[in-house]
DNA sequence: ACCTGAACACCGTTCAAGT
DNA sequence: ACCTGAACACCGTTCAAGT
């Protein structure tokens, strides 16, 4: 593990005889600093001393922070579940795609509003995630002009529901205003009792929420695949 | 408009004889600032600066530029129609109320990682359309229990299509790796041949995208009010 | 209580100099 | 090509001094 140039011994400029970095060694490295002190830890500066190496040395692999954040997207990527696809019925294998998904990416909420409009050109894992779930929903029927939407549609959920696994416990609290919002505060108290019935602490609202929602999702889209039944308002 | 005391002549320290901020001021300056420059240009010495105060001013008013956040925050819940909860049919005023949402926050994607996971404690505008979709709901048949969770999933599905609307036309641009995923690159050609069909030419994709997720919610949660239908793997 | 102005401890990024 | 070290133009935030 250790180096046998350790940095407490400096080096000097000047083109190393091997380079010392590369787009792997920086990926690794940045997933480890968010495993340690999340994403308000990874900092090039902090990045570059986990490397051993000078902040401007980084800037000879990555253009950019940007560029660093979609190594590591690229990496969590290629952990969703997608084999499902390949033989499962499709409910199964949405259900097994989603839950992975928002899995990985709960650990990762900064990543999201990046990964959201991010372009998936040269993003290889990221592409063959899309290949694998397009082929799933081809193979169960979908109209093939119709199934981007569809896992638009999902991936949007799924982003949104990755968010609320960090919300806290108290989030709707309603406090001071309680006796303003009545029905509201009576929704929440049932909600907390109906969680912890079920046996699971604090989590098990959000997966709850989750559940409800992807189970609504799958059923809808598996009935309402007739064509012109949504109309946008406003 | 102009103010008789302009910054050009400058004030000298001391409490001023009237407080020049308040949060209000804070909230529309906030706001005109994203308007113009967006949240990239939303610092706390611009802030200042459409002020005609000192930065260090703003932290008698607020603790923290997140405090600022918050309050655009505030604002902006009071802009989502909540209406309809009191006199339409269930899936109508839902649909009112999730479009608005959604073109709410699509302005301010920046927002949505904040708002997510936002005790919603002492934000009146906000308990207030919590209050007004709870009451819906509860008028529609919801059993009590279910109500939040069902809120959460909806507005889970509405923040990540926010973010979406961000997404660069070509988001699904296959490029050199075109060959490797044939199924999807096929099915996002489809998608914009049939987006473009129908008239407009690249926000349709997305409101297709948002239409079909949220009527299929829609349809599966009608349907899915019997208790026990779904479960978490994993 | 509420302002100014100076200061602090950071950021990400650029670039000349070195091998 | 790929490193170091110095420098730049910012950040958000704190705090003494002033009225």
Redo the contacts between chains.
Sequence with gaps: MAEPQDRAVRRRAGRPPRALLGTDKITRAALKLVELEGYRGLTMAALARRLNVAPSALYNHVRSKQDVLLLVEEDLMGRVEVSGFATDPWPDAV??WA??YR?VFARH??L??VI???????A?RT??M??A???G??RAGWP???????I??????????A??V???A????????AA?????T???R??A??AQDNGAPGAA?????????????????S??LAPG??????
Excluded at 144 to 150: L, N, P, S, T
Excluded at 229 to 234: D, H, L, Q
């Design positions: 259900r097994a839950w992975s899995n909420a900064p999201i509003p959201a409009v991010l372009p998936v050109t040269d290889p592409l063959m899309y290949e779930v397009t082929t929903f081809a093939e002009d119709q199934i981007v939407d569809a638009v549609a999902l991936e949007s959920f799924i982003f949104g529901s968010l609320d960090g919300a806290p108290d989030i709707f609290d309603t406090g001071t205003l303003q919002t009545p029905s509201f009576a929704a929440v049932r909600r009792a109906a609202e959000s997966d709850r929420a989750f559940a409800l929602g992807l189970e609504a999702l799958l059923a809808g889209l009935a309402g039944s949504a109309g946008a308002p406003g």
